[in-house]
């Protein structure tokens, strides 16, 4: 699956590199016409990357930033959902041959292919956007039945002879490992998935959007900041002062939208209810 689109507006917000470099010109006062004569274009803070080598690097800081801290609030717009990987192979073993038990054996999905316990299959890999996973389901290859819930794996997979479904998982390493299963099995994942930056001598600021609602002043005030302690600015105390707040209200329009769902703590390593830590005791919701 790819990324979110980054040459569309998000809906009726207007959060286009251009639109952004802009607020960011106002905010260090430099909004006078430049090699075009054209009012606001910037003679320090430019469009141009021959003039303004250091204005894509600083804004891509300051998106990537914010894609970091969404990230750790849970925002939704960096989770992809319902992402199926169909027919993992069987687990291989050194010893017993193809869907032979062997509790020495695990097995691996990562960026390069799906290691069966002693072959490498090419044609299965990881999204090559996923950063990590939240959730993983399973269920027979070739069947329509439901995808089960998986266990995440506290202190490593345990060695035991595998049976007919995968269980468990732990990611390591940036790969998803398993114990393996004794048939094919399709895998449903949900996963937090890493967003575009953009970086290009010939980038047009007037039609590269950030795929993030209402994020224009949150990545301005960022990148203000990071220019003002470049040049050691005595304005900088100010402008990271508000970079905060803008930050600040950004996640916390997340958090509340989070608040219109009940929740309670789920222990990690765990499928069961801890009751002693949740909020209500009616079961998982």
Not at 177 to 196: H, K, Q, T, V, W
Request: include cysteine.
């Amino acid at each position: 699956m790819s990324s979110p689109t980054i040459n569309l507006p998000q809906g009726s917000q207007d959060t286009s590199l251009e639109t952004i470099a802009n607020l960011v010109r106002a905010l260090i006062n430099d909004s006078q016409a430049g090699l075009t004569s054209t009012p606001g274009e910037g003679q320090i803070f430019t469009d141009n990357p021959a003039v303004s080598p250091f204005v894509q690097p600083l804004l891509m800081s300051s998106i990537r930033e914010l894609y970091r801290e969404l990230r750790n609030v849970g925002d939704p717009t960096l989770i992809k959902d319902n992402v199926i990987i169909l027919g993992l192979p069987p687990v291989n073993s050194p010893i017993n041959g193809v869907a032979g038990a062997d509790p020495a054996v695990q097995t691996v999905l990562s960026l390069g292919g799906y290691f069966d316990g002693v072959k490498q299959w090419q044609n299965y890999l990881l999204p090559s956007d996923m950063l990590y996973p939240e959730r993983l389901w399973e269920r027979q290859t070739g069947s329509n039945d439901s995808f089960q819930p998986m266990t995440q794996s506290k202190f490593g997979l345990a060695p035991r002879p595998q049976v007919q479904w995968l269980s468990e998982w732990e990611w390591r390493n940036n790969n998803l490992n398993f114990n393996g299963a004794l048939e094919m099995r399709d895998i449903r994942m949900r996963y937090y998935a890493s967003l575009p930056t953009f970086f290009s001598q010939t980038l047009n600021f007037s039609t590269t959007y950030v795929p993030i609602l209402d994020c224009t002043d949150a990545v301005a005030y960022k990148t203000a900041v990071k220019y003002a302690r470049m040049l050691g600015s005595p304005g900088l105390a100010d402008l990271a002062v508000e970079s905060k707040e803008q930050m600040f209200q950004l996640k916390n329009a997340n958090t509340r939208r989070a608040q219109s769902v009940n929740y309670m703590r789920i222990p990690y390593g765990h499928s069961d209810g801890d009751y002693a830590n949740g909020y209500f005791t009616a079961g998982w919701q």
